[in-house]
C-alpha cells in the first residue's frame, strides 16, 4: 500500500490532511512530484536525486499515518498484500477491524482533515 510522500522532508500528505488538488507540485524529468508545501518544493529543487533518494522508501503506518524509514517498518500481509506499519499492536489490531477505510485513507481516496489546524497553519498550502 502506498501513499502520497512528500519527496524533500518525507511526510505523509495524508497524515497533514494535504489532498492531491492542495499540494504544491513541481515537474523533475518528466514526472511531477507532489509536496506538502511550497516551502519543500522550493528547497527540492536545489537537489532533487539527494531528495528522492533520501524519501523513496519511506511507509506510513495506515492506522497512525506514522512515518517510517525502511529499518524501523514492520510488516504484515492483508489480502496478498505487504503492508507497513508502526509496529504498534493497536495499529495492526485497528487495521484488522477496518481495512477497507484504512487502505483507502492511505491511499488518500477518502476524506481525512489531518493531523495539523485549519487556522493559519505554515503547513497547509493557500
Known sequence: MKTL???????????????????ATHSYKGEEYLFCCQGCADLFVTNPERHLQRTKDVSVCPTCLAEKPPASAFLFEYAGQKVHY???????EMFQKNPDYYRKRLEGTVPYEGVVGHDGCSVRPA
Not at 500528505?13 to 489532498?19: A, E
Not at 508502526?86 to 495492526?92: E, V
Open 5 to 23: 510522500i512528500c519527496p524533500y522532508c518525507g511526510c505523509s500528505l495524508v497524515r497533514l490532511g494535504v489532498t492531491r488538488d492542495q499540494a
Open 86 to 92: 508502526c509496529g504498534c499492536p493497536y495499529c495492526a
